[in-house]
């Protein structure tokens, strides 16, 4: 408790797990009033458990000026899931609710070419995560670390055959994600980005498919053009809602 009181009074900038925190709700909601009461300048970023998040967790954020960094999806494809041996984040719908309600730019962590996965469920969980309610994404590739079971042994976790990676261990290539279909990762991740932002285009468009439908559009527009078809959503223009 001292060290935190010290970090919230004199540091630039405190990132703070909040599975550090001793793992029940009670515990980091006191350590928050903490650095709460201590905070003068100093910018916090913590790495929420949905589990503990209230109204009251949001509540001591914000006395704390703090903000969650982001929430980790990853992927809601639960084959990913079991193989990559994590729970399912998404799951979680209406914590993940009450986080963006109060915090509304925390962004999805997700996780291009996990064991198990694929570029069709690559696209189903950038889809799930629209339909969340996301509006910030951050997409990164899939990296080898040292010490863990996939460095141990790729192949085995990566169906088989000859898995591709850099000298720093991003993954390049693997049996789901060959080169071959590279193009098809690359337009998804723009799509998202540029989708994520449009929640008002996101409720109009929940009849006919919510995050899927956005994505799908996202997909085959210019950024202009999205922009602009956004606008004639929000105007609800008869002849545009009938081709759309």
């Known amino acids: 408790r001292p060290h935190l009181d010290q970090a919230a009074r004199h540091g630039p900038h405190l990132r703070i797990c909040d599975a550090h925190f001793g793992g029940s709700a009670a515990r980091a909601k006191r350590s928050l009033g903490v ?5 003068r300048r100093t910018s916090v970023k913590i790495h929420p458990d949905l ?22 999806v990853q992927t809601t494809n639960r084959a990913s899931l079991r193989a990559i041996r ?17 915090f509304p730019r925390t962004p999805a962590d997700l996780i291009v ?3 198990g996965d694929d570029p069709e469920g690559l696209e189903r969980t950038f889809a799930d995560v629209l339909s969340m309610g996301f509006r910030a994404v951050n997409v990164n590739r899939l990296r080898i670390f ?7 042994d790729p192949p085995g976790l990566m169906g088989g055959r000859e898995v591709v990676h850099t000298a720093a261990g991003q993954v390049l290539s693997s049996p ?4 071959s279909r590279a193009g098809e990762v690359a337009a998804l991740v723009p799509a998202l980005e540029s989708a994520a932002p449009l929640e008002r285009t996101r409720r109009l468009l929940a009849p006919a ?4 439908a956005l994505l799908g559009l996202a997909r085959v527009a210019e950024p202009a053009d999205l ?5 004639c959503l929000l105007d609800r223009r008869p002849a545009l809602a009938g081709e759309f």
């Open 86 to 102: 994590r729970t399912a984040t998404h799951d979680h719908r209406e914590a993940i609710a009450r986080v963006l309600s109060h």
């Open 176 to 179: 789901s994600f060959p080169a």
């Open 146 to 152: 040292p010490g863990t079971a996939l460095a141990a």
């Open 113 to 115: 070419g996990l064991p």
């Open 227 to 231: 922009m602009r078809i956004r606008g």
């Open 35 to 39: 650095v709460a009461r201590s905070n």
């Open 209 to 212: 498919g919510g995050g899927a």
């Open 51 to 72: 589990a503990h998040f209230d109204d009251g967790y949001a509540r001591l954020a914000r006395e704390a000026n703090a903000e969650p960094t982001s929430i980790g």
